[in-house]
């Protein structure tokens, strides 16, 4: 199961769990959600890159940030999530230069993974709806766009060359900012909830951040310009935090 569908099912069922469980719970909850309010969170982030070219898979990566909220009335209320964000992915490209009749070298001829992780300040503006409390538990959801603005893109690679029948990997690490879009555009949702600690709050949520522009343009995995294709990120991130 691929990492957007098993988010998408996860934040369902346990929607689906906390709209039945309210039914039956009742509230104890007396506190006001409105005017402004604001905590930080943190918690940590599976991403991958679109299957645009094959060969793609997950990496963990971490995610802090803080909250800063306006509530409308007890059950409506905007959000923006100003964090720091690890996205990215692994990649796996070939290299084969004698195909184009080269004579075969030492790096004509390569195989590389490559685990990319995007550093970036991610903001995310949300609709947050609050659904009916049980015990001291507020479950709510939440959604959309998120913009962010990436700072660095770096790599650990493991790249394994082949010569005169003989096999040799190299490992390394390489910043790979140029190569990857400044700005882009997601949108995010997901579900969470607040319990209350007396003048606090602490605060669990599940996001799913679909990307909608492009991170890395024009990839090929075989190295070939007529086989390539842009690549997006999509991230699922779980983060605790303390709301004030």
């Known amino acids: 199961m691929n990492l957007k569908r098993f988010t998408i099912l ?17 509230s104890d909850i007396t506190s006001s959600n409105t005017g402004l309010r604001y905590g ?24 802090a940030g803080v ?26 490209k070939f290299v084969d230069n004698t195909r184009f009749g080269d004579v075969e070298s030492l790096g004509s001829l390569s195989t590389t993974n490559y685990a990319i992780t995007i550093h970036s300040v991610d903001v995310p503006v949300l609709a947050k709806y609050r659904l009916p409390a049980f015990g001291n538990f507020v479950p709510n959801i939440a959604l959309g766009p998120a913009v962010s603005y990436t700072f660095l893109v770096d790599t650990h690679f493991e790249r394994t060359y082949h010569h005169n029948q003989t096999y040799m990997t190299v490992r390394g690490y390489d910043n790979i900012s140029n190569e990857y879009e400044t700005i882009q555009i997601g949108a995010t949702a997901g579900i969470g909830g607040e319990v209350s600690l007396g003048a606090k709050r602490l605060m669990l949520d599940l996001r799913y951040r679909y990307g909608v522009t492009t991170a890395k343009p024009s990839f090929s995995y075989i ?6 294709g842009d690549l997006t990120t999509h991230s699922a991130y779980f983060t605790i935090g303390l709301g004030f």
């Open 10 to 26: 996860t934040i369902l069922g346990l929607l689906i769990k906390l709209q039945a469980q309210a039914q039956d719970e009742a």
């Open 67 to 92: 909250v800063v909220e306006y509530g409308f009335n007890d059950q409506l209320s905007v959000q923006a999530e100003p964090s720091y964000l690890q996205q990215g992915g692994k990649l796996l």
């Open 40 to 63: 930080f969170r943190a918690g940590f982030v599976v991403s991958e890159f679109s299957n645009t070219q094959p060969h793609t898979s997950e990496k963990l990566g971490f995610t």
């Open 223 to 228: 190295d070939l310009r007529a086989v390539q």
